[in-house]
């Protein structure tokens, strides 16, 4: 599919270790053009509204106090086929489980620590990008 988007966000643990330049040029190496980008702090109902598809899952809270730890990093990111690339080059949920190479393998230091997120869905991906971002702000002709 060509010339579609994702969105991602790099995590508080991740921003926090120094990492954002890394992951931002392997986004950038794997084919990806950055159309918007921010350094920003959820708010507690930001991440409970962003996550709210886990909030009968038994680590709701905890991933909503890490995910408002500190600053994140989001961007709304293009290519052919955007979200399944995404995934892939990011790797499992789980860093453990994930392939070597993979941004989640690299950078990440456990499941919930897992130091980026991508979205898992054109819809999802569209809905997220206009989470966290305005129309004017996501320049989509780069
Ligand atoms: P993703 O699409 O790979 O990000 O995974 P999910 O949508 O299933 O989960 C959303 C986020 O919740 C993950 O990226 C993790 O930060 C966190 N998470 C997922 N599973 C677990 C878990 O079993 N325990 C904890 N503590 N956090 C989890």
Do not use: C, W
Not at 34 to 39: F, V, Y
Not at 57 to 74: C, D, K, Q, T, Y
Not at 95 to 113: D, M
């Amino acid at each position: 599919m060509a010339n579609t988007i994702t969105l991602t966000m790099i995590k508080p643990d991740a921003v926090e270790k120094g990492f954002t330049g890394n992951i931002l040029k392997d986004i950038a190496d794997a084919g990806f053009t950055i159309t918007a980008l921010k350094l920003t702090q959820l708010t507690r109902s930001d991440a409970e509204r962003f996550y709210s598809v886990h909030r009968e899952r038994p680590f709701f809270n905890s991933l909503v106090e890490f995910m408002i730890s500190g600053p994140i990093v989001a961007a709304v990111l293009k290519k052919d086929n955007a979200v399944e690339d995404f995934r892939k080059l990011i790797g499992a949920t789980n860093p453990e489980n994930a392939e070597e190479g993979t941004i989640r393998k690299k950078y990440a230091e456990s499941v919930e620590k897992n130091a980026v997120h991508g979205s898992d869905s054109d819809e999802n991906a569209a809905i997220e990008a206009h989470f966290h971002f305005a129309d004017k702000e996501i320049y989509s002709f780069l």
